[in-house]
């Protein structure tokens, strides 16, 4: 890359011109060392190294600086080394044939970089980088924090097996619904740690991180807390662990959230060093890696708030198994699964478990896979099926936020739907089921929201009276009634319906997404959503599509239109 950028040497002209250098000498001083500069700007002189890295021009240039005069004390993005943090190149589309041109996008952003550090709030700028600031702990590793900051000094705890720091948590039974691993350790010793959120941009303009580390400046910080909250932390500091005490502070950005770092006294002369300017002790800095829910959910894309609910899913097949892991992965807190079945080999392609599970109980397995992936979520299992759960609990459909039914049983299922319509406090229902040969899937919402009671429509409204010795017909299908779509094979008992791994995956997306909504408080009404796949494979083994089918022009729809004002069950 580097011939590449000489062979067109007359462009670096343009640096100059374009007022990006003041000056500047091509160099082979090293590997990857391209030019040397002197850029002039806000009254400072500052003298650059550029390097080309070599995966360059995929990427930009790299900007060191190796001098600013008159000399700047300190200086935020700018690294030990003297690289400065250009942000990453992720918003730009960079053109590879114009190696020029990144070079000098580069310091355009350097120079842009650059004014903001000289003229700007660096104190702000520091408090925005104090994480990376804040290196160190014992081990080597950051500290596990399960504490969860806001406003108000406290105690929080912190986990030690012998001497060693292994977690900061607001409840000690956190790390162990994080993760099962922090269940398997030895019996841990709890010492109480005391979490202080302080602001130092508020009266510190020469704010730094090095200054929290410093046990004087620390104090005038935590001193400036309002006088209640000094009180408080008072009383708090004489109930801290007397040996090596700790601290976390909940340090105020500039956009107002609090960034995390630990701080463990040593060496303590007197009591609490932060007690009494008298007492002494050496600071060490803690690292903490964050794993609180609302911290690790909101970050992922989960809904921090979706975990104070509760759901209800009976039937844990290839439709259950996707819905209850994105319903974890979403951060719906609390999942009961209710399934009869062990995990079979013919379970083994459209499963979430795939053959992992395979001779367990669906309710187990699934638990045990979701308690591997996903923290914070407390599963219920029960095997049993959903007649007898129901039987031996029947409270059990107003205690949950919502009960979603993946049975592939029509008949279990509309047992259902007459249950939860048997009172106003029962949880609104889900039902979801798939089509043969990948024709599709749907999701019903049923005792939903409405301005009053519960909004009209159910399961009952899709199927039409019953005629003596016919099959109900579910008025949703996209396959023609009155032919068997179940397979065989081999006999009795064997009988399924095919359709692949993605088939369930659509629908219990499908699915996923309403339920989602419906916790969330977002849906009005009952609606009936489709999705419509491809009718090659179903055409191709000789059946045939019903007309609604044919009518839903695209791969997604919802109706009301079901909704009959005669039906027994909604509309009494
Ligand atoms: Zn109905």
Same mark, same amino acid.
């Given at each position: 890359m580097r011939r590449? !950028? !000489? /062979?067109?040497l007359s462009r670096c002209q343009e640096l100059i011109e374009g007022g990006e250098m003041e000056s500047l000498l091509l160099t082979d001083g090293g590997r990857r060392e391209f030019l040397r500069g002197l850029i002039r700007m806000d009254g400072y002189e500052i003298g650059v190294r550029v390097e080309l890295p070599p995966t360059f021009p995929l990427c930009l240039a790299k900007v060191f600086i190796d001098s600013i005069s008159p000399r700047v004390e300190r200086r935020p993005h700018i690294l030990t080394d003297g690289r400065l943090c250009i942000e990453a190149e992720s918003d730009l589309l960079l053109d590879v044939h114009d190696p020029w041109g990144i070079l000098r996008e580069t310091l355009v =952003?350097?120079? =842009?970089?650059?004014?903001?550090?000289?003229? +700007?709030? =660096?104190?702000a700028e520091f408090a925005r980088e104090l994480i990376?600031?804040?290196k160190g702990s014992p081990r080597g590793l950051p500290v596990?924090?399960?504490? %969860?900051?806001?406003?108000?000094?406290? !105690?929080?705890? %912190?986990? &030690?097996? /012998?001497?060693?720091?292994? %977690?900061?948590?607001?409840?000690?039974r956190e790390p162990a619904r994080f993760s099962p691993d922090f269940s398997r350790l030895p019996p841990c010793t709890l010492r109480n740690a005391i979490y202080i959120p302080i602001d130092p941009l508020a009266g510190d303009p020469a704010f730094h991180p090095d200054k929290l580390a410093t046990l004087s400046e620390l104090r005038k910080y935590v001193r400036a807390l309002p006088s209640r909250d000094g009180r408080v932390l008072d009383k708090l500091l004489g109930r801290s662990g007397k040996h090596s005490p700790l601290v976390i502070l909940g340090v105020r950005?500039?956009?107002g959230e609090r960034a995390l770092v630990g701080i463990q006294f040593h060496d303590t002369r007197g009591g609490h060093p932060l007690a009494h300017e008298g007492n002494g002790g050496s600071v060490e800095k803690i690292e903490l890696q964050r794993r609180d829910a609302p911290f690790l959910a909101s970050r992922g894309g989960a809904d921090p708030h979706l975990r104070g609910r509760k759901v209800l899913l009976a039937g844990c097949g290839a439709v259950g198994g996707y819905l209850a892991m994105a319903l974890a992965r979403a951060g719906v807190g609390s999942l009961t699964l209710v399934d009869g079945d062990v995990f079979e080999l013919a379970n083994t392609y459209r499963h979430v478990c795939g053959i992992a599970r395979n001779g367990m109980p669906k309710v187990f397995g699934l638990r045990q896979e979701i308690e591997r992936l996903v923290p914070y979520i407390t599963v219920s299992p029960?095997?049993?099926?959903? /007649?007898?759960? !129901?039987?031996?609990?029947?409270q059990t459909l107003d205690s949950h936020d919502l009960v979603i039914a993946a049975l592939g049983n029509p008949t279990i299922e509309l047992e259902l739907n007459r249950r939860i319509w048997s009172s106003h406090r029962n949880a609104p229902a889900l039902f979801c089921w798939l089509e043969p040969l990948g024709l599709g899937g749907h999701a019903l919402l049923t005792h939903g929201r409405a301005s009053q009671s519960p909004a009209r429509g159910c399961l009952e409204c899709l199927y039409d009276h019953p005629v003596r010795g016919a099959a109900l017909e579910n008025l949703a299908a996209f396959a023609k009634p009155g032919e068997a779509y179940t397979r065989d094979s081999f006999g009795c008992g064997g009988r399924y319906l095919p359709f692949g791994d993605l088939d369930a995956q659509n629908t219990a997306q499908l699915t996923a997404r309403l339920a989602l909504r419906v916790l969330r408080g977002e849906v009005e009404g009952a609606p009936l959503q489709s999705w419509k796949g491809d009718a090659r494979a179903f055409l191709q083994a000789g059946y045939e599509?019903?007309? =609604? &089918? /044919?009518?839903?022009? +695209?791969?997604?729809?919802?109706?009301?239109?079901?909704?009959?004002?005669? @039906? %027994?069950? @909604?509309?009494?």
């Open positions: 590449a !950028l !000489l /062979e067109h =952003r350097a120079h =842009r970089l650059l004014h903001q550090i000289l003229t +700007g709030d =660096r104190a990376s600031y804040w596990p924090c399960f504490v %969860a900051p806001d406003d108000r000094p406290r !105690l929080t705890k %912190a986990l &030690y097996f /012998e001497e060693l720091l292994l %977690a900061v948590a607001d409840d000690p950005r500039p956009e029960y095997q049993q099926r959903l /007649e007898a759960f !129901l039987h031996e609990r029947p599509v019903t007309s =609604r &089918y /044919e009518s839903q022009t +695209g791969a997604f729809a919802e109706t009301l239109a079901y909704i009959r004002p005669d @039906c %027994a069950v @909604c509309q009494t």
